[in-house]
């Protein structure tokens, strides 16, 4: 098993600029997460999701859309791409809800300049 | 708003030095607090805790949670240079619709030969 895979891995976008952060999972998860993690920082919920079809925000999503259509893939999109955003981001994946345990991708370096 | 706070911040010690990581919480709906070890990359899963008084443990690393107190501390025995991370606190909340996990800042720990 691949575990959580994510691409890119870097990319530097212009303000303005959009981009997909591809997110696939091969452990048959349900419940689908992204993160951004600043620099000496912990990680920040952008979206969460926790079946195809069904996606909800966490504490920092706007700037950012999500879609669920497979249980495996987890696309994160950035419109209009800002300084701000310039951070790692990481993809998560968990079969529990209860247990919490989340099994993270290797994360994509953002930077917007 | 569900808060997380670790300390110490950031921590140099000595190899063979014993070390403890603090974290506590204030969180709605509690299930369960998650340590996991970040080396410059995604963060590597380390323990689960739902219980109270009940000690995890994984070689010279051990954990315990005190959810009266809503704390929990991460004690790392005879350190090593392989030991040297940012050491990352969640916690982890069940809502109606999936679970989340709040992370804290982090501790980075940096371990001197």
């Known amino acids: 098993n691949a575990g959580v895979t994510q691409t890119p891995k870097f990319r530097i976008l212009k303000i303005g600029q959009s981009m997909t952060l591809q997110c696939t999972q091969d452990?048959?998860?349900?419940?689908m997460y992204w993160y951004r993690q600043d620099p000496g920082m912990g990680l920040k919920l952008i979206y969460y999701s926790v079946g195809a079809g069904i996606t909800d925000k966490g504490e920092v999503p706007n700037g950012y859309n999500v879609s669920r259509s497979t249980t495996e893939d987890f696309p994160l999109r950035l419109e209009l791409a800002a300084p701000s955003q310039t951070s790692v981001y990481f993809c998560a994946s968990s079969y529990s809800a209860t247990y919490n345990e989340q099994f993270f991708g290797p994360g994509t370096r953002l930077t917007v300049l | 708003e569900d808060k997380v706070v670790q300390s110490p911040l950031s921590l140099v010690v000595h190899e063979g030095d014993t070390v403890t990581l603090n974290c506590s919480y204030e969180?709605?709906?509690?299930?369960?607090l998650l340590w996991y070890k970040q080396e410059k990359k995604a963060p590597t899963f380390l323990f689960m805790l739902t219980s109270s008084g009940i000690e995890k443990k994984s070689g010279r690393l051990s954990s315990i949670l005190d959810k009266k107190e809503l704390f929990s501390i991460l004690n790392i025995t005879a350190t090593q240079t392989g030991d040297s991370a940012v050491y990352l606190c969640a916690v982890g909340t069940g809502v109606t619709s999936g679970s989340r996990l709040t992370f804290g800042e982090g501790t980075q720990l940096t371990v001197n030969p």
């Open positions: 969180v709605t709906n509690f299930r369960s």
């Open positions: 452990m048959n998860h349900n419940y």
